[in-house]
């Protein structure tokens, strides 16, 4: 039957509670009943005057903005505003009532600039979050899987400059260098002066892009990606999918030189496995995970040699005799240990001047083959790769910690810097990875939600007991 609707009914007036309004499955009375966040003015009380002043807004309020914002995939505080202004679940979850007015746009980002820039209060938030699923026995970190996404800066790829600057040590240079020189002194080499710079060169300095809109961004440009400034999030996630730690760098810094940030703040997990792909695959890498008896779970990794000619894997290293065998059966002997911790391995040439097989070889008079002081960790992992426990663990990478960033980037809009500088882009990261983890909870508790244990410690006294890992 054909029937009007009667647009009279806009303007009856109905006594009605604003929690009637709410859907009851709605996900922000899930997530209020998950998460107490009365906790946050415990947190920046301080830095509030308590007896003079005008009123301030509830930081748990702005909390709570933020929150929405990340939680819908709103793409400014703006537009977040607008919505919490018609949207009666996004007032309930504030506290507001149906006629309260909702805070300017302009607010948070004043109170951050004035009272929590440099307080790690969201990090505290991400911590919290992620205890509750440690309470509740929610993670599986018998296999951790690292990796890296780039996040597009908020910066004009041409409006830049070039800038001259000193090469940064690496972390382990110290650890190396005291390997390099037992192994030379243990040869009858003179060992390296520790005031040298890397090779041995007087110029230990290099050419950057620098962008002028944001100079804490770094030039990308991998593959067929278009050059941009970008930031490198390296994230770490449990099987489980629950993202554990973050860190953020350059989008210019490598995977394995940001290693150390994501690792540093994971190590406290007990873990049996660690998942990465090709680019974590150095010797510094295996062999500090191998050391921490962490299982190293690592890909193959394409040589570095000119198509045509014999790859690395096909000279046959004597372990006994501290050698090289050639595939035509010529020896190649130890010669030294550069600084850069390669061991150099050299032919004679008189045996490479009539060899039939040099063409495959090297163009060279001689060929020279260069070992790690750490090799026999990467091959260690490389045996890893080969087992059962190795190829399982690599495959569900794809289903982990890829799957991670496309939900950030697809349903939390993560793909693009929303602020300028690294502060604030780990706000965003840190926020983002916060909303995915809260509904990671509630999806896994499900019905159990109401039953959920609430009385949890401060972050400040909050202990992770770190367990004796399993031998490899």
Request: hydrophobic fraction near 30%; glycine fraction near 4%; proline fraction near 3%.
């Amino acid at each position: 039957m054909f029937t009007t609707l009667n647009k009279d009914k806009r303007k009856q007036v109905k006594f009605l509670c604003l929690d009637d309004l709410v859907p009851k499955d709605h996900l922000l009375r899930k997530v209020e009943k998950l998460i107490d966040f009365s906790f946050v003015r415990d947190e920046v009380k301080h830095l509030y005057c308590l007896d003079n002043g005008r009123p301030c807004i509830d930081p748990e309020v702005l909390v709570k903005l933020v929150l929405i914002n990340y939680m819908f995939g709103l793409n400014s505080m703006r537009r977040t505003i607008r919505e919490c202004t018609v949207n009666t679940a996004y007032r309930w979850f504030l506290g507001y009532d149906i006629d309260d007015r909702i805070p300017h746009f302009s607010t948070f980002g004043k109170n951050y600039k004035r009272k929590f820039e440099g307080t790690g209060l969201f990090e505290k938030i991400f911590e919290r979050v992620l205890n509750i699923a440690i309470q509740n026995n929610l993670l599986d970190t018998e296999a951790v899987f690292v990796d890296g996404t780039h996040v597009k800066a908020n910066a004009n790829t041409k409006r830049n400059y070039q800038v001259r600057i000193q090469k940064e040590a690496k972390q382990y240079n110290k650890e190396l260098l005291k390997e390099i020189n037992e192994e030379r002194e243990q040869n009858g080499k003179k060992p390296f002066d520790d005031n040298l710079p890397k090779g041995g060169h007087s110029d230990n300095t290099k050419n950057i892009t620098v962008s002028k809109t944001d100079p804490e961004s770094g030039l990308f440009h991998k593959g067929e990606h278009k050059r941009c400034f970008a930031y490198n999030v390296q994230t770490a996630c449990d099987g489980n999918n629950f993202v554990l730690g973050v860190h953020i760098e350059k989008g210019n810094v490598h995977d394995s030189k940001a290693f150390d940030g994501i690792y540093k703040k994971i190590k406290k997990y007990k873990m049996n496995a660690l998942v990465m792909d090709a680019g974590y695959k150095t010797p510094y890498i295996c062999k500090t995970l191998i050391d921490d008896k962490i299982t190293p779970i690592l890909p193959y990794k394409r040589p570095m040699t000119k198509k045509g000619y014999f790859k690395k894997y096909e000279y046959v290293y004597d372990e006994y005799f501290n050698q090289y065998i050639c595939p035509n059966g010529e020896l190649l002997d130890y010669k030294t240990t550069n600084r850069e911790g390669y061991k150099e391995y050299k032919s004679n040439r008189k045996d490479c001047k009539d060899c039939v097989e040099k063409e495959f070889c090297t163009v060279s008079p001689q060929k020279t083959i260069a070992r790690h002081v750490w090799e026999d960790y990467m091959e260690k992992a490389e045996h890893i790769r080969h087992t059962d426990y190795g190829k399982i663990l690599y495959k569900l990478r794809a289903e982990k910690i890829e799957r991670v960033f496309a939900d950030a980037k697809e349903k939390h809009n993560l793909r693009y810097a929303r602020h300028i500088g690294k502060k604030k882009i780990e706000i965003q990261v840190l926020m983002t990875y916060t909303c995915m983890n809260i509904k990671k909870i509630i999806k896994m508790l499900g019905n159990n939600l109401d039953n959920l244990n609430k009385k949890l410690y401060s972050l400040l006294k909050i202990r992770i007991f770190v367990f004796n890992f399993n031998k490899i």
